[in-house]
Structures are given as structure tokens and as C-alpha cells.
């Protein structure tokens, strides 16, 4: 389960944000997450909510905004998203697309005191 290791990092830059704002502790921390990322999101709320106590982050609630895969069709230029794995243009049904996003996690924004 590498959702562990996920919040782990996470923890840790929370930390490294807070400490260079000179925050004692972190109350809100915002993700967004691909669906395409590999992480299940119900497994990081649990990783994080057991890994937070006894950090900066103790306390804190934890936000998980889910983004779609966005794609790019190089047939006929279109973008669009999808909520499903599904590699073909929603216009011209061609195969020939680029994921724009939905394959990664971020840190989008915390908040401190």
C-alpha cells in the first residue's frame, strides 16, 4: 500500500511549508489528485489520519479534490475530460490523444497559524 508512503512525503513537506512561514501548525491541507495517479483516495484519508498525530499537521482536515483525466485530441484538437481510463476523442472517437492531467497528486494549499 503505497499511500503510507505517499502521506509520509506529504507530511514532511507540510512540515518544510510550515517551518518556513513560521507556523506552529498546519489546520487545512488541500490535495488534487489525479484519477489516473494510482492513488486511492479512500486509503490516503485513512494513511492520513492515522500518520498526522504527533506532527504539525495533528489536528489538521484533510481536503482530496479528484481531478478527471483531461486529454488532447491531435486529430482534430479537441480537449475534453473524462471521469473513466478511456483513450479515444469523446468528438472524432481517434485514439491519437495526450493526457494534459489526471496522473498526478498535488499539494494545492495549506492553511497555517
Not at 486511492?40 to 489536528?59: M, P, Y
Request: proline share 0%; hydrophobic share 35%; with cysteine.
Amino acid at each position: 500500500m503505497h499511500e503510507y508512503s505517499v502521506v509520509q512525503a506529504l507530511l514532511n513537506q507540510c512540515e518544510d511549508v510550515a517551518e518556513q512561514n513560521n507556523a506552529n501548525m498546519v489546520t487545512k491541507v488541500i490535495t488534487k489528485i489525479g484519477v489516473m495517479s494510482g492513488i486511492e483516495t479512500h486509503l490516503l484519508q485513512t494513511a492520513f489520519d492515522t500518520f498526522k498525530e504527533g506532527t504539525i499537521c495533528d489536528g489538521a482536515e484533510f481536503i482530496i479534490n479528484e481531478q478527471k483525466v483531461k486529454l488532447h485530441c491531435n486529430s482534430c484538437r479537441t480537449e475534453f475530460e473524462i471521469d473513466e481510463v478511456r483513450y479515444a476523442c469523446t468528438e472524432c472517437e481517434s485514439l491519437d490523444v495526450k493526457v494534459i492531467d489526471g496522473e498526478d497528486m498535488y499539494l494545492m494549499s495549506l492553511e497555517m497559524e
